[in-house]
């Protein structure tokens, strides 16, 4: 059993950064995977980042490429998420989320989410 909490969210002018953070209760094994995801009202939750707890490998969403970096602190059950050079789209409720079958494609764990807004 694993429980999440999102922290960081806030409002941002674009162009700003800002980085949240993802608190995981108890261990996280060395299977897991760990994603951010986003939903902005009205529209469908998307992907936004992952990382392999163990292996520290990275993989992102095409819209948040080179402006966005996921990264995990072990010792602190921590999963982090740096987001530089924010645009008026970033602007959703993002959410921490976990698989822990190591495929990156079932996640059973999710966070309560952290509204991100991103406005002049």
């Known amino acids: 059993q694993v429980q999440l909490v999102e922290s960081g969210g806030g409002l941002v002018q674009p162009g700003g950064s800002l980085r949240l953070s993802c608190a995981a209760s108890?261990?996280?094994?060395?299977?897991?995977?760990m994603g951010w995801f986003r939903q902005a009202p009205g529209k469908e939750r998307e992907f936004v980042a992952r990382?392999?707890?163990?292996?520290?490998?990275?993989y992102y969403a095409d819209s948040v490429k080179g402006r966005f970096t996921i990264s995990r602190d072990k010792a602190k059950n921590t999963v982090y998420l740096q987001m530089n050079s924010l645009k008026p789209d970033d602007t959703a409720v993002y959410y921490c989320?976990?698989?822990?079958?190591?495929?990156?494609?079932?996640?059973?764990?999710w966070g309560q989410g952290t509204q991100v807004t991103v406005s002049s």
């Open positions: 989320a976990a698989d822990p079958r190591g495929w990156g494609i079932t996640y059973d764990y």
């Open positions: 108890g261990n996280i094994f060395r299977t897991y995977i």
């Open positions: 990382v392999g707890w163990s292996s520290g490998n990275t």
